[in-house]
Antibody
């Protein structure tokens, strides 16, 4: 069965960086792209960016350009999202999700990773 | 592309029929997806391509619309349906979500 398992809770100081992993299993990793989404406490869903697992192409949200990097490791079927220069308003739960191109939807999601940015 | 959901919150009773709307700021054909999210959980895919029910989702959920106006309907609310619902457009990047509709028990 398809599973996306994310790394654990992070607490960071302003200005630091965080790198979250999303390990996929139960399907061919390179057949599906990933999207990263975040959700601030009590707020809605915000798209952060997209990465192709077949060629590494990326497309980032404009408001995160320069601070975010998405990568994949096909040898371990893992996607990564790094966010730098963290601010308090980056405090959120971060999700990875698989893109099912045939239906243009996010059909499987990771369990979420809470990142708290606080001095 | 901005997506505007209405209402933002809704109180209803078990057995009620409820409809949530999602309006896009420009035409998105049928590249519209609906998700359900419960507290502390990741979103769950309900409807894709505006009207197609994801495998395993109960048939009381249905979606319709194209272009700029879309609806999600729950025909007879069950206790497990009380959650927040989001629409999402997949027509082009940046992908955007509606602000969410919180469905509460009356």
């Amino acid at each position: 069965q398809v599973q996306l398992v994310q790394s654990g809770t992070e607490v960071k100081k302003p200005g630091a960086s965080v790198k979250i992993s999303c390990k996929a299993s139960g399907y061919t990793f390179t057949s599906y792209a990933f999207i990263w989404v975040r959700q601030a406490p009590g707020q809605g869903l915000e798209w952060m960016g997209w990465i192709s697992t077949s060629n590494g192409n990326t497309n980032y949200a404009q408001n995160l350009q320069g601070r975010v990097t998405m990568t994949t490791d096909t040898s371990t079927s893992t996607a990564y999202m790094e966010l730098r220069s963290l601010r308090s308003d980056d405090t959120a739960v971060y999700y990875c999700a698989r893109v099912e191109d045939t239906i243009m939807a996010l059909d499987y999601w990771g369990q979420g990773t809470l990142v708290t940015v606080s001095s | 592309i901005q997506l505007t959901q209405s209402p933002s919150s809704l109180s209803a009773s078990v057995g009620d029929r409820v409809t949530i709307t999602c309006r896009a700021s420009q035409g998105i054909s049928t590249y519209l997806v609906w998700y359900q999210q419960k507290p502390g959980k990741a979103p769950k895919l309900l409807i894709y391509a505006a009207s197609n029910l994801q495998s395993g989702v109960p048939s009381r959920f249905s979606g319709s619309g194209s272009g700029t106006d879309f609806t999600l309907t729950i025909s007879s609310l069950q206790p497990e349906d009380f959650a927040t619902y989001y629409c999402q457009q997949f027509n082009n990047y940046p992908i955007t979500f509606g602000q969410g509709t919180r469905l509460e028990i009356k």
